[in-house]
């Protein structure tokens, strides 16, 4: 006879494994994550890991990332350090032009509480010395910052298995159906069964969602990203575009390209890469790329995060975002909420999958 | 740039498909990361017995200089200090000198990019003055800079001991060669002859412990049949073997095969030196740890595969003369070692269907039973 | 130490030429590697590991371990093994991360 | 073997770093790699891939010829920012800043 659980969660990346340690906290539930992987292979592995949030737009979705990145302090006391630091965030403009848009930006974010400063040249190279003299400006945000993805998923976990929660890795699911409620999920290993059904598998959402009989409305969307050396300390903000991680390496990317699941890098991109590197930071100029690496991304298909209940199926739920980096802490603490109590404390109606006009499920 | 040929590696394997595609008309590059051409044969002092009949007998630093001077008068464009960094999404390769990266746009590409070291670890292994053993060969036939006063060797193959003998033959004090087995891995007895006759103690059932010293190494202790020993040592060799290098190849999306014999993971290939990816041929150590003889054959079959593919030799001469070769590789291998021979028919039949028709000659020729 | 009769006669120029190592004028022939230029001068050690503050020297001699990396003309993590050495030729050992900051290099 | 014996020069983790990962489930080098950093460095894994596959083979009982190498990355070798800036436009980078304009179409990463 299969085991059964209170909820299996399907993706052990950022987002499925901060939903299971949130959800363990209470101790109550018999929880399994299923990975067809090992944690960090996919998305949550191969990200610049910001907590960004200033210009994240409309301001709705900015007021969700600004709670988010509120809770990380409180999660690092719970789970361990992830190396989370709230470094500043800063996004510069090239052309004079853009002071205007960057204005309204701040404006805007300014009712729902996010604090952005419009920065002459000068104060910009004063706070951050080895951006380019050329820049024309920048918006900053205290508000943002980053965090080690590494640390992150690794400490989720291994605080999620502290509090009992049962992991199986290596382990795709192959099929999922329904028998009187209960979900029964097969995979390479073994079938288990569920109350309650979580799909957090990132861009890997999709075909999870196709054996429930549900379309998940999202985008594969590659973005390559390379790594120098470690340096002696350079940059002390998250720039929009890169960063400088503890150990001194500097990461830098911003591409996106849709090719499906192809995770590989290429020299064209690589080379763009480098341009933008020395176009904000000259001095990298000098720095030696040792790697270059690509993630694929999940883009909703409006761009925003999916997060709740899959309207035509009782008790399966879904949570997938592009920012699942940022957002983990506040996904986790509201899928817990609405998978415990059925109701959230902040209002989620925006981000309900039945908001696509063109949601479809085969059930 | 643009070219017919792109070759991946100026070593043996390089130069001599250089030469015999540029000799069919096939506009080439060839691409290498180091200063000179010639990649491990610069260093190479020792009697090259196992060498294709076109080729007398020679040691490897004249052998070099042969094989890159009848390049001289052909259309071959060669770019040292050049390294393939990776490609473009059009397929184009990317290579770079550290100062720019240049494009190169390519028909077909032939890649020999060789083999590298392996490593055996204890702890100290990452102090200065532990080396591998081709580095000290390096350090002492290409740049005559003896590597250490005192050394000692990890590991017994054929190389590391001949490496041994010339250790002795330069004046260094070659204090033992450690072997984990039960006895000595290498098999040519003038080599073997020479070190025992040189008092040199050979430590079977033996691994090194611990090396150590302030800044370099000074010290090794080793464990020679459950007893330990300590020496005091300026330089340590390991000889572990060697193994394909394999990044070109993942960049290039081609397929892997493991056999063990031919040095773990490489990629697989077909009769013709074709990769998985069209175009893309593999020659030299890089398709199989092997000798010296088989490295230039497997340039040659892939070359002659190239200039058949472009047009510049008819199917019918193409094939014979692959077949040709074939026979002369496997009989050049399997003096060496009947089982890498076996291990790249295996990996080739895993690839392609239809090899045993592909050499049909050689199979008819009593060498059936591979 | 310089080999001065090799076993097998090379073709090694025998020109001399005069680099410096941390400050330290030192003689090298041309054609050498800067790594061997250096092992000639009995230096072995050519920088420190980051985390753990070891020595490290040539290892692998072909440009892929990256064991042997030198300051070079003030650029920093420069192979010893695959650079060669040039007449003026300012080396330094590898022991820090590099700070490409324009001030720090005097810019 | 000393368990406190180094594998990766670059980044120097240690065998016993390798065989907890191991031990908390990474059976791939690739796995192993991101939680230990082992083969992240410089040479990335160019020295270290064949010693780490043995230790997998042998915590895990696994032939050799089941544990494949790390996936290997461009560049091939370490390269100069300043090596790959390019002449041609750039055409598949974008600013962050160029994303976030509150226009009402509302596209947002990061």
């Not at chain 1, 509090?163 to 390479?188: A, C, L, M």
């Not at chain 1, 940022?326 to 909420?337: D, I, R, Y």
């Not at chain 2, 390519?106 to 060789?114: F, H, L, N, R």
């Not at chain 3, 192979?79 to 050495?85: A, D, K, Q, R, S």
Request: aromatic share 6%.
């Amino acid at each position: 006879m299969a085991k059964q659980y209170d909820v299996v969660v399907i993706g052990s990346g950022v987002v499925g494994s901060s939903i299971a340690f949130h959800l363990s906290e209470g101790g109550q539930k018999e929880i399994l994550v299923i990975d067809k992987d090992y944690p960090l292979s996919g998305t949550s592995g191969s990200t610049q890991a910001w907590v960004w949030v200033h210009n994240k737009t409309p301001s709705w979705y900015g007021e969700l990332s600004m709670l988010s990145a509120e809770l990380y302090p409180f999660l690092e006391r719970k789970i361990g350090d992830v190396e989370y630091k709230r470094t500043g965030g800063i996004a510069p403009f090239f052309n004079e032009s853009d002071r205007e848009s960057a204005l309204r930006l701040a404006e805007k974010q300014a009712e729902v509480g996010i604090e952005i400063d419009v920065l002459t040249r000068d104060q910009v190279l004063e706070k951050e010395p080895a951006l380019s003299p050329n820049i024309a400006g920048a918006t900053f945000s205290k508000i943002d910052g980053n965090v080690n993805p590494f640390r992150l998923v690794e400490l989720y976990i291994r605080a999620a298995k502290k509090n009992r929660v049962q992991f199986s890795f290596y382990n795709p699911v192959i099929d999922i159906k329904r028998d009187k409620g209960i979900f029964e999920i097969t995979t390479k290993k073994e079938v288990f069964r569920a109350k309650q059904l979580v799909l957090a598998a990132g861009p890997w959402t999709k075909g999870v969602g196709k054996l429930l009989g549900v379309d998940i409305p999202v985008k594969q969307v590659r973005g390559q990203i390379l790594v120098t050396e470690p340096l002696a300390p350079l940059i002390k903000h998250t720039i929009g575009g890169m960063r400088q991680a503890d150990n001194g390496e500097v990461l830098i990317g911003y591409s996106k390209e849709e090719v499906g699941y192809d995770r590989r890098t290429t020299l064209d991109v690589i080379q763009d890469t480098a341009k933008m590197a020395v176009e904000y930071l000259p001095d990298l100029a000098k720095a030696n790329i040792v790697r270059c690496f690509a993630g694929v991304r999940v883009i909703p298909n409006d761009g925003q995060p999916i997060l709740g209940e899959i309207p035509t199926i009782d008790n399966a739920y879904v949570a997938v975002m592009h920012s699942g980096i940022t957002l983990s802490p506040l996904v986790g603490t509201v899928m817990t909420e609405l998978l415990i109590q059925g109701e959230t404390s902040i209002d989620c109606d925006k981000l309900r999958l039945d908001r696509f006009s063109e949601f479809k499920s085969y059930v | 740039m643009e070219t017919d040929l792109l070759i991946i590696g100026g070593g043996p394997a390089g130069l001599h498909a250089a030469y015999v595609a540029a000799s069919n008309g096939i506009k080439t590059i060839v691409v290498d990361e180091s200063f000179s051409l010639g990649g491990q044969l610069r260093q190479q002092t020792q009697r090259l017995t196992n060498l294709p009949k076109q080729f007398d007998s020679q040691i490897g630093i004249t052998l070099m200089q042969t094989l890159v001077e009848r390049l001289t008068d052909l259309d071959v464009t060669i770019l040292s200090k050049h390294t393939m960094i990776g490609t473009y999404k059009d397929g184009r390769i990317g290579v770079s000198n550290g100062q720019r990266t240049i494009p190169i746009s390519a028909e077909k590409v032939i890649v020999t990019t060789g083999a590298a070291e392996e490593a055996f670890v204890f702890p100290g292994w990452t102090l200065p003055g532990v080396m591998t053993i081709g580095a000290a060969q390096i350090v002492m036939n290409r740049e005559h800079v003896i590597p250490g006063k005192n050394a000692i060797i990890i590991g017994s193959n054929d190389f590391a001991l001949e490496v041994g003998k010339q250790l002795i033959e330069n004046g260094v004090s070659l204090q033992g060669v450690i072997e984990n087995e039960d006895q000595l891995i290498g098999c040519k007895e003038e080599t073997i002859q020479f070190l025992k006759e040189a008092g040199v103690p050979i430590y079977q059932n033996s691994y090194v412990t611990q090396a150590s010293g302030a800044g370099e190494v000074e010290k090794v202790i080793i464990n020679h049949n459950g007893s330990e020993k300590e020496m005091e040592i300026d330089l340590v060799c390991i000889g572990k073997g060697l193994t394909p290098i394999l990044e070109p190849f993942e960049i290039l999306s081609c397929d892997f095969a493991y056999e063990k014999d031919l040095g773990g993971w490489l990629p697989q290939y077909s009769t013709l030196m074709e990769t998985s990816t069209a175009s893309i041929y593999v020659a030299g150590n890089a398709a199989g740890i092997t000798n010296l003889g088989a490295i230039l054959l497997t340039a040659e079959i892939a070359a002659i595969s190239v200039a058949e593919s472009l047009g510049r030799q008819c199917k019918e001469e193409a094939t014979e003369k692959r077949e040709l070769l074939w026979q002369e590789l496997y009989h050049l291998e399997s003096a060496d070692s009947k089982a890498k021979f076996h291990g790249r028919i295996k990996l080739m039949r895993e690839f392609q269907d239809n090899v045993d028709i592909q050499l049909s000659k050689l199979f008819n020729m009593s060498v059936g039973g591979v | 130490m310089q080999i001065v009769n090799h076993s097998i006669p090379g073709k090694k120029s025998e020109k001399e030429i005069t680099f410096s190592f941390n400050d330290k004028f030192l003689k090298a022939r041309e054609g050498q590697t800067v790594a061997a230029a250096l092992m000639a001068n009995g230096i072995k050690k050519f920088g420190i590991s980051r985390k753990l503050q070891q020595p490290r020297g040539l290892f692998c001699a072909n440009g892929r371990c990256c064991s042997c990396f030198l300051t070079v003309n003030g650029l920093n993590h420069v192979l010893g093994c695959i650079t060669l050495v040039e007449e003026g030729m300012k080396v330094s050992s590898n022991d820090a991360d590099p700070d490409v900051r324009r001030k720090a290099n005097g810019d | 073997m000393d368990a406190s014996t180094i594998v990766c020069k670059c980044e120097e983790i240690n065998i016993a770093e390798i065989e907890l990962a191991i031990k908390s489930g990474a059976n791939t080098f690739d796995d192993i790699k991101r939680l230990t950093r082992c083969g992240m460095g410089p040479c990335q894994a160019k020295i270290c891939t064949n010693l780490v596959r043995q230790i997998i083979s042998e915590s895990l009982e696994v032939p050799l010829s089941e544990i494949r190498p790390p996936r290997l990355r461009m560049p091939l070798k370490p390269t100069r920012i300043s090596a790959l800036v390019g002449n041609e436009v750039s055409s598949s980078v974008i600013s962050v800043f160029s994303e976030s304009a509150p226009q009402e179409d509302d596209e947002n990463h990061g």
